[in-house]
């Protein structure tokens, strides 16, 4: 008897010690999933699409969620460093467009393969890299992905390929990366993303020419934010389909606010190109809160209320929370600890990406033997 009260003890003191919002959490019976209806996609060159409906499981809400949470908090700390003249040099954030490059990691395979254009710092974490990684390279320290040496539009990943400055050219690369998975015969497709403001190059046409010649497994995909720089669609582009711009290529244009209409499309894409009918073009159409880059205010060519009406109709991070919580697949409070625990893995990242040594001075010249010292 004296055992068993003993041990009686030590469970109640353990549930004592827990915050009252874990206990609630774990005695609460969830859903463990719960299917939604998702906004049919508009179709080019296709009889049909994805599906109009999908399953959400539990498990993946909670992960969409909290990886959603990180870039978010991620980008808003990075906005800090910048103003405090921490972070340097050209700084694009993607706070808004959280649904595009979560969706996309959740509708592809590890081993596919993803390029994009210098609005990267999303799709650097969701293809592998930490939060810490990816703000010391902001900051330009050792710990960062790169060393310290690429900063925002040089970041790297297995599989994932930047992070490229000149507007349009990662086009031509992902072509070529998915001639790669052709020639090498594995099941593997890969992302070619770039913004609507490259959508008029002429190395995006030839890139689509070569890639429907040859029948790759390439997903080419306009993340349409509406304004490219400080440039409206509507002032840039003759034709503001952008998922018909692949002429003989099919496309589906996309609700990029929402995550899982991006993750059944880009699941839909890359089993079109899996089959090996050759390539797909998808348009995301989505918003960024902040400006083009650090040096735009992001309010001369759009008003606040415009941005503020986004946020409060359609912000992806919103959208999600609140179908989980009606469905019963999360409640509000252990969403609420998800945020705390976020804020903390930023904030210690942020921690590491200002305290952490800069990389050592290089010199490069002719001679690769010379040694050279700094003298600061």
């Not at 109709?313 to 969403?335: G, Q, T």
Request: with cysteine; glycine share 10%.
């Amino acid at each position: 008897m004296r055992k068993m009260l003993a041990a009686v003890s030590r469970v109640l003191s353990g549930v004592a010690q827990k915050p009252a919002s874990r206990v609630l959490v774990a005695s609460r019976n969830f859903a463990n999933d719960a299917t939604f209806e998702i906004k049919k996609c508009d179709l080019h060159r296709l009889e049909e699409g994805p599906p109009v409906t999908t399953v959400l499981t539990r498990e993946d809400g909670l992960k969409y969620y909290r990886m959603m949470q990180t870039v978010r908090r991620m980008e808003l700390k990075a906005d800090q460093l910048y103003k405090q003249k921490i972070i340097r040099g050209f700084c694009h954030l993607c706070d808004g467009q959280e649904a595009c490059c979560v969706g996309l990691e959740a509708g592809i395979n590890p081993t596919d393969h993803l390029i994009t254009a210098y609005r990267a710092h999303g799709f650097t974490f969701t293809r592998g890299l930490s939060v810490r990684e990816i703000l010391a390279e902001l900051t330009g320290r050792r710990g960062g992905c790169g060393k310290g040496k690429g900063g925002s539009m040089h970041m790297y990943a297995k599989n994932f390929y930047g992070g490229n400055g000149i507007v349009g050219a990662q086009v031509p690369l992902g072509a070529g990366i998915a001639l790669a998975c052709k020639y090498n015969g594995k099941d593997e497709v890969c992302l070619t993303l770039y913004g609507d403001g490259a959508a008029n190059q002429g190395q995006i046409f030839e890139a689509y020419n070569m890639a429907a010649l040859w029948k790759l497994p390439c997903v080419f995909i306009c993340e349409n934010n509406r304004y490219g720089m400080g440039t409206s669609v509507e002032r840039a582009a003759a034709s503001t389909d952008y998922y018909k711009r692949g002429d003989f290529i099919p496309g589906l244009r996309v609700d990029g606010m929402d995550i899982l209409c991006v993750r059944e499309a880009t699941r839909f894409a890359a089993a079109y190109c899996r089959s090996g009918k050759g390539p797909i073009l998808m348009e995301l159409q989505t918003y960024r809160y902040h400006g083009h880059s650090m040096s735009d205010p992001g309010v001369s060519y759009r008003t606040r209320e415009e941005i503020q009406e986004v946020r409060s109709k359609s912000d992806p991070i919103m959208l999600l929370k609140d179908r989980m919580v009606n469905s019963n697949l999360a409640s509000v409070e252990e969403l609420k600890e998800i945020d705390v625990e976020v804020r903390k893995e930023i904030e210690d990242a942020a921690q590491f990406a200002t305290a952490d040594p800069e990389p050592p001075l290089e010199v490069r010249g002719a001679n690769q033997w010379i040694k050279f010292k700094s003298i600061s």
